[in-house]
């Protein structure tokens, strides 16, 4: 039986959630909430990553048992997800006994069966990262993040992970859908092309006192990863619940960043492999929220904390611009420029003023009463109308299964903008005016039932809002939630249902007002115009994300002289760019130099070679001269 089990990462206890961490969350529950739609039974789980050394840390500088810490810090995972309506089955944290009970199993029995054996190692250690770095990975002494490290030596205990290199490599190309999207599957295979070592999964107690301990040497705790990893299973009763186990492993779908994508795509299915357990059936990395040019995190200090976000344009919306604005896989950028304009283009004028304009004139002109429709009244408007709406069912549908929820919302908000378009070239207020009952009824019956068909789509990205709306239509009790099999037919909305417009669904946000207070002065607006004409604002700016890279490789592009493909390293990942810069460079010149790339571009096919962000370069005539960054910084630092 199809059944849907879908996981976001946990999330380090430690930390404060912001706009990254609400993102994914969000975007499970939004998978989730369409696969009930769907009448798929779903398990949704999230939870708490709990051991290591920063939570260690935190207890320390607290004064408090590490777990007393955890304990303290969870809430605000917990109290988050439940003011952004998400509805996960089950959350876990790796502190729980029913997860570290079921790590120390899998940790004897690997043990027994010389999965894991005990060596002497010696490498360069991210106290930071939690994690060793081969002298190679290492990027002008320090981690390829940037992390400082230092020399370590010591005994530990590792996985034979190296013996599942080719296996793994075998899995991947046989399952195109395991890892996605494409991108992050071939970056997986890139890593995979080096010799695969054997995973280090223990951390001297001395060192690290904050995690599970090995059950076959004291001295020792379990490395995070292992740990972490180990939730998705022993959350569906892994070695404990054989049948709920069954129902829902293999996961269908393990949401990531792709900052977390080696663990997930080459630790985790070794691991399994290792266990004898099937691989879940999709991987899926999506890209960042980025702001002034780089990843939204902690430690860069650039973040939006999504409780005061909510708290000022509704859960609903901010859940709406998260859906609309990025392009799974992809990066985006987040402003509150882009939230504004995004929430008055699509809800306060399209979605919000259609709901209200046509309830209203239910309420006035029709008792509040869903009008009964007369087919003779009805002719090749309602027809496209009717058309249009149920093609945006179809779809959302197709646009869900390939992960493209952005693509399938804009579906659904120009079904919308076609259903504000009937309802203007109808003009019911004129119909009213003249006494066109019949004709006015049937008018104002099929623009509500183009508002239950829509609202039963945008339900599980609003569903606040929606069941509000819904209401207003006059659905009650277990019809506020839709089912799709009821989305997909016109008509089912009953004539004589009680209906009255709701409260403003989406208030504009003025953001002239808005501007003003963010810069807490007051200017005259004509004044203003005149000073800014054909100006961009800094957020339109901070909109690109311009960062340094180091040019990797570079080569001519077959048939096309003045391409070349470049490699280059942005930092936290490589990327291939095609630039039409061969009349002025050899690839040779270009290696080893540090350029500038606007590296949220869409990506494009370029003579048939992928182009995944531009080099800029200045160009005089025929004259071309690439920029490059004096100083040294490292590769991926925002240029701005
Ligand atoms: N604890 C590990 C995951 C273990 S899963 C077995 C971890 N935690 S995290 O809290 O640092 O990150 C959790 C997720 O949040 C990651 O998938 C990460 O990509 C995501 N995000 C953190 N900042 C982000 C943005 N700025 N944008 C989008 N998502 C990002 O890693």
């Known amino acids: 039986m199809e059944r849907f089990y879908i996981t976001t990462p946990i999330y380090y206890v430690n930390d404060r959630p912001h706009i990254g961490h609400a993102y994914a969350t969000i975007l499970a529950d939004v998978l989730a909430r369409y ?33 007393a810490q955890c304990d303290r810090t969870v809430v605000r995972f917990q109290q988050l997800w439940e003011q952004l309506a998400i509805t996960h089955d089950d959350f876990i944290r790796t502190t729980e006994p029913r997860h570290t009970a079921v790590v120390q199993e899998i940790l004897a029995e690997l043990h027994e069966r010389d999965e894991i054996y005990s060596a002497e190692y010696e490498g360069w250690y991210s106290v930071s990262e939690e994690r060793f770095y081969t002298e190679k990975e ?30 793994l490599i075998d899995y991947i190309e046989s399952h195109p859908e395991f890892i996605q999207p494409e991108q992050r599957r071939n970056e997986t295979l890139g890593f995979l092309r080096q010799p695969l070592g054997d995973l280090c999964i223990s951390r001297p107690r001395s060192r690290m006192p904050w995690g599970i301990e090995l059950p076959f040497d004291r001295d020792y705790v379990c490395y995070v990863w292992f740990d972490a990893l180990v939730n998705y299973i022993s959350a569906v009763g892994y070695r404990r619940d054989e049948e709920t186990f069954r129902r829902w492993w293999p996961a269908d779908c393990h949401l990531i960043g792709k900052d977390i994508l080696t663990t997930h795509t080459v630790y985790w299915p070794t691991m399994l492999h ?43 919306a901010l859940r709406y611009y998260l859906m609309a604005d990025m392009t799974l896989g992809q990066d985006a950028v987040f402003t509150e420029e882009g939230f504004a304009l995004r929430y008055n283009a699509d809800l306060a004028n399209d979605l919000g003023n259609l709901a209200s304009r046509v309830l209203r004139l239910v309420e006035r002109h029709r008792d509040g009463r869903i009008p009964h429709p007369d087919e003779t009244a009805a002719g090749p ?64 019956y ?19 809002k929606m069941a509000e709306l819904r209401a207003s239509l006059g659905l009650t009790g277990e019809e506020i939630a839709p089912r799709l099999e009821r989305l997909r037919v016109w008509g089912e909305l009953e004539p004589g249902r009680p209906a009255s417009a709701p409260p403003s669904l989406f208030p504009r946000i003025d953001r002239r007002a808005h501007d003003t207070a963010a810069r807490g002065a007051a200017r005259r607006p004509a004044a203003k115009k005149a000073k800014t004409e054909g100006l961009i604002s800094f957020q339109e700016f901070s909109r690109l994300a311009l960062r340094t890279a180091r040019v990797l490789e570079a080569e001519p592009v077959a048939g096309a002289d003045r391409l070349l493909k470049l490699t280059v390293d942005l930092g936290d990942e490589r990327r291939q760019i095609v630039a039409g810069i061969a009349p002025a460079y050899a690839p040779d010149d270009l290696v080893g130099r540090t350029v500038v790339v606007v590296a949220n571009l869409e990506p494009a096919t370029i003579r048939g070679v992928r182009s995944e962000g531009m080099l800029l370069a200045a160009r005089q005539g025929d004259r071309l001269g690439i920029v490059t960054v004096a100083g040294d910084v490292a590769p991926g630092s925002a240029v701005g």
């Open 381 to 444: 408007a309602e027809e496209t109308l009717r058309r249009a709406v149920l093609a945006a069912v179809g779809e959302m549908e197709r646009r869900l299964r390939a992960m493209q929820i952005d693509r399938g919302l804009a579906a659904v908000i120009g079904a919308v903008r076609e259903t504000n378009r009937y309802v203007d070239q109808s003009a019911p207020w004129t119909l009213a005016k003249e006494g066109a009952t019949t004709r006015l009824a049937t008018v104002l």
């Open 446 to 464: 099929h623009a509500c039932e183009a508002l239950r068909i829509v609202s039963g789509l945008l339900f599980p990205v609003m569903p606040g």
């Open 35 to 67: 696969h009930r739609l769907l009448g798929i039974p779903v398990h949704f789980l999230t939870g708490t990553d709990e051991h290591g050394q920063k939570v260690w840390e935190a207890a320390q500088l607290a004064g408090i048992p590490p777990q």
């Open 138 to 167: 290492l990027v002008d002494g320090r981690s390829p993040e940037g992390k400082p490290v230092q020399r370590i030596r010591e005994t530990n205990y590792f996985f034979r992970m190296s013996r599942y290199q080719q296996w």
């Open 274 to 316: 290792a266990m004898g357990l099937e691989m879940p059936r999709t991987i899926f990395a999506h890209g960042w929220w980025l702001s002034g040019g780089s990843k939204m995190s902690k430690s860069t200090g650039n973040v939006t904390d999504p409780i005061e976000m909510a708290d000022r344009h509704g859960v609903d």
